[in-house]
T-cell receptor
């Protein structure tokens, strides 16, 4: 398997522009996570899907951020409008979750290479 | 509030000089403690999962151990290729789901 695939690897955009980050999880995995990494705050979970359904979006900073998972092999994280403080490395990760919505438990997560976002 | 604290923040070792990295945690409903390795410009790479106090796991020069309050990552006779940032994370129950909370990492440099 090629692992978790993210695109683009680097994105430089101007403040106010829309940014879309893309992720293809590992085939067979049914949980997908979006993380943001900065020097100050480390790795923070933004949103987590299981079986294409958002389970926990409490980490999404504000309404400018949105995420979708239209099918089991693709997810997007969109920022509109982007701001300089959104500059960070965004990681997508996937794992296999079982137990249903009441007792969901995941195997270890495998991460993509990340997208380095710079908003100027 | 969940807390994961890694120490030291950075560590420099000479090749062959063994040491340990510490991850202390405060979490309710622990569902596993994870160690990851992250190289510059790359995503975290999974190393170990520990589930209960007293559990140990090994991989090459690395051994991870777990108590009720902390985990150690022991590095025996490190080599320069072990240089990386090591991340600790705890998974806890949250409602019917779960959440992974990461520490800020520990940057290890092994000099030849």
């Amino acid at each position: 398997d090629a692992g978790v695939i993210q695109s683009p690897r680097h994105e430089v955009t101007e403040m106010g522009q829309e940014v879309t980050l893309r992720c293809k999880p590992i085939s067979g995995h049914n949980s997908l996570f979006w993380y943001r990494q900065t020097m100050m705050r480390g790795l923070e979970l933004l949103i987590y899907f299981n079986n294409n359904v958002p389970i926990d979006d409490s980490g999404m900073p504000e309404d400018r951020f949105s995420a979708k998972m239209p099918n089991a092999s693709f997810s997007t994280l969109k920022i509109q409008p982007s701001e300089p403080r959104d500059s960070a490395v965004y990681f997508c990760a996937s794992s296999y979750g079982t137990g249903g919505l009441r007792y969901l438990m995941n195997t270890e997560a495998f991460f993509g290479q990340g997208t380095r976002l710079t908003v100027v | 509030e969940d807390q994961v604290t890694q120490s030291p923040e950075a560590l420099r070792l000479q090749e062959g000089e063994s040491s340990s990295l510490n991850c202390s945690y405060t979490v309710s409903g622990l569902r596993g403690l994870f160690w990851y390795r992250q190289d510059p410009g790359k995503g975290p790479e999974f190393l170990f999962t520990l589930y209960s106090a007293g559990e140990e796991k090994e991989k090459e020069r690395l051994k991870a151990t777990l108590t009720k309050k902390e985990s150690f990552l022991h590095i025996t006779a490190p080599k320069p290729e072990d240089s990386a940032t090591y991340l600790c994370a705890v998974r806890r129950a949250q409602g019917g789901s779960e959440k992974l909370v990461f520490g800020k990492g520990m940057k290890l440099t092994v000099n030849p």
